[in-house]
């Protein structure tokens, strides 16, 4: 399945293809436009537009993308659960929603400045959130 959002990924757009590869869809592929064209390119190639203003898979209140996405598709585990407040803090107004998020944030910036090309920046940013993810599981059990 193809996913479409914005190029040059923060934190909420490196999260959420994360996620996605990890527990919906493992053979996901995530294409990044220019934020005008995100719509046209999710129907022209039958993609499932996220993080972008007005989508599903977007921002509800105070909620952001990643946790539209663990909503939509029912996924329970508490330590995801524990990872969205991160993400949230760190993608949102809420810095300091968890003492993690303002890190989170940073080293998210730290990957956007290092990484001009968005594909390798999720490469190579994907083992931050899964050790994120192993230590909201470590603090869960």
């Not at 914005?6 to 909420?12: G, I, M, Q, T």
């Not at 921002?59 to 329970?76: P, Q, T």
């Not at 524990?82 to 944030?105: F, H, N, Q």
Request: negative net charge.
């Amino acid at each position: 399945m193809k996913w479409v959002t914005r190029e040059r990924p923060k934190v909420d757009r490196v999260a959420c293809p994360w996620l996605i590869r990890k527990f919906v869809d493992p053979q996901a592929e995530f294409l990044f436009v220019p934020a005008d064209q995100v719509m046209a390119v999710a129907e022209r190639e039958g993609a499932t537009p996220f993080d972008i203003p007005n989508a599903e898979l977007g921002h509800h209140g105070v909620e952001c993308s990643f946790d539209a996405i663990i909503r939509k598709y029912g996924l329970a585990d508490p330590s995801l659960r524990k990872l969205a407040l991160i993400i949230r803090g760190a993608d949102t107004d809420a810095k300091d929603l968890t003492p993690e998020s303002r890190g989170l944030e940073a080293i998210a910036e730290g990957f956007r400045l290092v990484y001009q090309d968005d594909h390798e920046q999720l490469e190579r940013e994907f083992p931050v959130y899964d050790a994120l993810y192993a230590w909201c599981q470590a603090r869960a059990g």
